[in-house]
């Protein structure tokens, strides 16, 4: 488990966001945490920097939700390798997250065991 990753996760939620890092610190691998609090400064973040291995994307969210980041994510022919896992309460979205690219769901509220087990089967 050599490999340090840099997390971006998008929430419009500052707990979550908290919660999130605070989970991703423990997880042991990831080496940065990059916040963005809709798709759209997600996207400006993606745009600017070139390093970023993994996304953990709410759904609902304000100004650009996560399935509309998720299609222009998916349209960029820079970003389309990129593995985002969506985060959601709402467990009905969660065919649409994978239809429009998703990697992998998890339902909140997110247990940090599933979350590491999750970025673990996408990263290593």
Do not use: H, Y
Not at 17 to 26: F, R
Not at 70 to 84: G, S
């Amino acid at each position: 488990m050599s490999q340090e990753i840099k997390v971006l996760a998008v929430d419009d939620d500052m707990i979550n966001l908290k919660l999130l890092k605070s989970m991703l610190g423990k997880a042991g691998n990831v080496s940065e945490v990059i916040e963005a609090s809709n798709g759209s400064d997600a996207i400006g973040i993606l745009k600017s920097r070139d390093d970023i291995d993994l996304i953990l994307l709410d759904i609902i969210m304000p100004v650009m939700n996560g399935i509309e980041m998720l299609k222009v994510v998916r349209a960029d022919e820079n970003l389309k390798q990129l593995p985002i896992i969506v985060l959601t309460t709402d467990e009905t979205k969660k065919g649409e997250a994978l239809e429009f690219g998703a990697n992998g769901f998890l339902m909140k509220p997110i247990r940090a065991d599933e979350l590491k087990a999750k970025i673990n089967a996408l990263i290593l």
